[in-house]
């Protein structure tokens, strides 16, 4: 028994099916299925049911993830811990936001991070959804929330706020109507922790929605082609021409916005490097930020 046999083993326990394993760990499924027949050849004893719709652990199966996922905390947090202890302003940092963040507010200032310091390489990860720092799915987080998690240090810098848009010429046809009588123009309902959908769920609960999509520069063009209201933060939707407030911006959708480390990293220079330089360039644009 190796590392990499519990990797294998952790893997496909996580993923329920040896496709989703093979994926996790850039292998083909062939291999992920040579290598489990093997392991529990040598072993003795059965590790997984083979069932139509995917692979369930048996008790030594269980048994075998809990250790293996020990051992992989212990590996991340070794892995953590030596990267702190780097000084040197070069190499990867992985950078995640969500998207009119990452679109509109970031990118300008990873360029010039970039340019002044050539031997860091930015990954950026576009996503709302909550990459595990702890686990090294990203090094630096931009975020917009009323409270991170406890696990991760960082600082808030200023208000985020969100507001209801529309074209002038969409609110020129329909000036007579309520807010809730309008088209809305939504985030996917699959993204249901967006402050705008939890927001809409509470206030709206019954709105006429017309128009969903998982990505925020998508609403942000059809609100400009006069299909509805879309609810966009204030930093997006004030810049746009095409587009007007259709209220004042609503203190329920008031968050803040934060940049976000792992701990372990807060010695690590070029993590350290980038989080001061994104702070100080996002406090410049604080007025835009909070509407």
Not at 80 to 97: P, S
Not at 126 to 146: I, K
Not at 265 to 274: G, S
Request: aromatic letters at 6%; proline letters at 5%; a neutral charge.
């Amino acid at each position: 028994m190796n590392w990499d046999d519990l990797k294998l083993i952790l893997a496909i326990g996580r993923s329920g099916s040896l496709s989703g394993a093979a994926r996790a760990l850039g292998l083909n499924h062939s291999t992920v299925f040579r290598r489990l027949n093997a392991i529990e050849k040598n072993l003795e004893v059965r590790l997984f049911e083979r069932q139509a719709n995917g692979y369930l652990m048996t008790e030594a199966g269980e048994a075998m993830k809990r250790s293996a996922e020990r051992i992989d905390e212990e590996v991340i947090s070794l892995s953590r811990e030596l990267l702190g202890r780097d000084l040197r302003l070069q190499g990867k940092i992985r950078v995640t936001a969500p998207e009119g963040v990452a679109l509109r507010l970031l990118t300008p200032h990873l360029a010039a991070f970039s340019r002044l310091h050539p031997e860091i390489i930015i990954d950026l990860v576009v996503t709302s959804s909550s990459l595990r720092l702890s686990h090294r799915e990203a090094d630096l987080a931009v975020r917009a929330t009323r409270k991170p998690p406890d696990k991760y240090i960082g600082r808030e810098l200023c208000k985020f706020r969100f507001c209801m848009y529309a074209s002038p010429n969409y609110l020129a046809d329909h000036q007579d109507k309520a807010l809730e009588e309008h088209a809305w123009l939504m985030p996917d309902d699959g993204i249901d922790f967006f402050p705008s959908t939890v927001w809409r769920k509470k206030t709206y609960p019954n709105p006429n929605i017309v128009y969903s999509s998982n990505n925020t520069m998508a609403i942000v063009e059809v609100a400009k082609a006069g299909l509805g209201v879309a609810p966009l933060p204030c930093f997006l939707g004030d810049s746009e021409p095409g587009l007007v407030r259709v209220i004042e911006p609503p203190e329920e959708l008031t968050l803040g916005l934060w940049v976000l480390i792992h701990p372990d990293l807060r010695h690590t220079a070029r993590v350290r490097a980038l989080m001061t330089f994104l702070i100080e360039a996002l406090i410049d644009q604080k007025s835009a930020i909070e509407g």
